[in-house]
């Protein structure tokens, strides 16, 4: 009972007293710890559907984790210590587990394993501020068929402030610079048709030697978080997917946005105005952003419902109509004229729900409607033409933890399919990308997949994963000297021409794609990684009757001081 009062103490003080309110990264594995501990019923409200998460939201988590300490395996618990040891402060509002390299030079404990390291920390009851270093070295190569033979050396430093101000305004900056230490041009390309964050590098890409990135913000929120304004650049993902998003993924890179949340009870809402880079087969659009509402509702503890809209506004500097954080996307669009004489502008919008049928199994269904069209729902033409006004993707999942009675695995399982022409637009300006790069799913317009990922903790810091995936994909693009003649709709770039012929699933140049990636991070001192992946792909080009294979290999070290 007195353990009981004191969990419900931290959590009240750390929620209304001492708020620390900057954003945990979508990239960090504390997620995919917390999915598990939901799945087995441990924390019961918790939603994977719209992250990042705050800390003092995960930090509110791991206390009720710590509470039912004697439900959780041997592997789970040493995992929650070091995340109890990561948030302390987030937690107890203390340093007392944490080490300062300019407060406590002398000591010099950078290879401590039991307590969390920064270059500097400060804190008093107004004032929060942590200052961290990152770096890594990264060898990558590549032997097969499709980009051929490559091998480069990457190195990356840099650094990352973040704090809360008078329990009210969390702050964050994470800014690196990057240099190729070794490798050719074709090496430099094979880097950047292999990662996002380097094809939205304009340096690496011209210069073909150096790469920045960085990301930050300043959030305000209320006592609890019942609402919250976020301003800047973070990653950020909506839905359900267990192995990849169908509405707002990590498939390219963090884009600017200012970003409004309401939280009560059962019930979540986002809105979201922000600026995308984009271009039109080649050539830079001055100005494209994108508005977003997500609504998250929690039924029951085994129930949740998502409905998502997004509209891509192209040519367009800015627009208060879709600054408006309560209306419905399709519809201001047109009444604020933005279509017209043509349709410029490209609405989405998705569906999705999830269920936990028994506990450590969960089940997601997710449906993506990029066009529709009552009229023509089954029947794909349109005055006798070809029609094109209704174009989906969908998506299956399941996800069990401790499967086939073995602890600390999770498995998932996932059925994606996409029409063709979805995401894409005809103007080729307002298509669903940003960088030129899918801002849902991997997977290209007239395409499924089927995928299933493994993944487990040897123990507390060795988690290794394996991830097999047969994907189907075709398209084709009929030019006659600088006119369409034919586009089948598989080019998330291409949108033109999707009136010209009626589309059908898989029609043009068909490809099957195996891919088969295993990977691991083990952690031997805490906050020093290394990271190596393996990836071999498998191209069946049935439309030429070739076959290609590529073999990747990615290893890297890296520290988060």
């Known amino acids: ?134 770096s890594f070295v ?42 190729k230490i070794k490798g050719e041009k074709k090496d430099i390309d094979f880097a950047i048709a292999t990662n996002p964050k380097f094809k939205a590098n304009t340096k690496f ?24 304004i976020v301003a800047g650049k973070e990653a950020l993902t909506y839905g359900f997917g267990y192995i990849d998003k169908l509405f707002l993924s990590t498939n390219s890179v963090p884009f600017s946005f200012l970003k409004l949340d309401l939280n009560y009870k059962s019930i979540k809402y986002s809105f979201l105005y922000g600026s995308l880079k984009g271009d039109s087969l080649g050539r830079d659009i001055a100005n494209k952003n994108i508005a977003t509402h997500r609504l998250d509702v929690k039924a029951s503890s085994k129930l949740r419902f998502g409905f998502w809209e997004s509209l891509i506004i192209a040519d367009n500097a800015f627009n208060f109509t879709f600054l408006n954080p309560f209306s419905f996307l399709r519809s201001a669009d047109y009444n604020a004229g933005e279509n017209l004489p043509v349709n410029k502008n490209n609405a989405l919008m998705g569906f999705d729900f999830e269920v936990q049928p028994v506990k450590n199994v969960a089940l997601q269904a997710s449906l993506l409607i990029d066009d529709f069209n009552f009229a023509t729902l089954f029947n794909n033409n349109k005055n006798g033409l070809p029609g094109n006004d209704n174009r989906f993707g969908f998506q299956i999942g399941t996800i069990w933890t401790d499967a086939f009675t073995l602890p600390n695995v999770t498995a998932s399982l996932e059925y994606t399919k996409l029409d063709p022409f979805v995401y894409s637009h005809r103007t080729n300006k307002s298509q669903y990308t940003n960088w030129t790069l899918p801002m849902g799913h991997h997977l290209s317009p007239n395409s499924d997949e089927i995928a299933l990922k493994l993944t487990t903790n040897i123990y507390n810091r060795l988690n290794v994963s394996l991830t097999l995936q047969h994907q189907r994909t075709a398209n084709k693009i009929v030019m006659s000297g600088d006119t369409l003649i034919a586009n089948y709709g598989g080019n998330i770039n291409r949108g033109d021409g999707d009136v010209v012929r009626s589309n059908t699933f898989l029609d043009g140049d068909r490809t099957d794609i195996d891919n088969v990636k295993f990977g691991f991070t083990f952690q031997p001192i805490r906050q020093f990684f290394i990271d190596f992946e393996y990836q071999f792909i498998f191209y069946d080009l049935i439309y030429s009757s070739r076959k290609l294979k590529d073999n990747y290999f990615f290893g890297t070290i890296r520290v988060d001081f």
């Open 138 to 179: 990264s060898q990558r190569s590549s032997k097969g068929d499709s980009l051929g033979n490559n091998s480069i050396l990457l190195g990356e430093i840099g650094t990352r402030f973040r704090g809360t101000l008078f329990n009210s305004v969390g702050y964050y900056l994470r800014m690196s610079n990057g240099q």
């Open 205 to 228: 890409t011209y210069e073909n030697n150096n790469f920045d990135t960085y990301e930050g913000y300043l959030k305000y929120s209320t006592p609890n978080e019942w609402l919250s």
């Open 1 to 134: 009972m007195k353990k009981l009062l004191l969990i419900i103490f931290i959590i009240l003080l750390s929620s209304q007293v001492y708020s620390q309110l900057e954003y945990v990264p979508v990239s960090h594995p504390v997620y995919d710890y917390l999915k598990r501990m939901s799945l087995k019923e441990i924390i019961p409200d918790y939603n994977s559907a719209s992250l990042p998460l705050s800390r003092q939201k995960i930090s509110e988590y791991l206390v009720i984790i710590e509470s039912s300490n004697s439900k959780i395996s041997r592997t789970d618990a040493k995992i929650l210590t070091d995340y109890l040891v990561e948030f302390s402060y987030d937690i107890s509002k203390t340093l007392n587990k944490s080490y300062s390299l300019f407060s406590d030079f002398k000591s010099f404990s950078v290879f401590d394993n039991d307590r969390q390291k920064y270059l500097y920390t400060f804190s008093d009851t107004n004032v929060s501020f942590f200052w961290d270093a990152t």
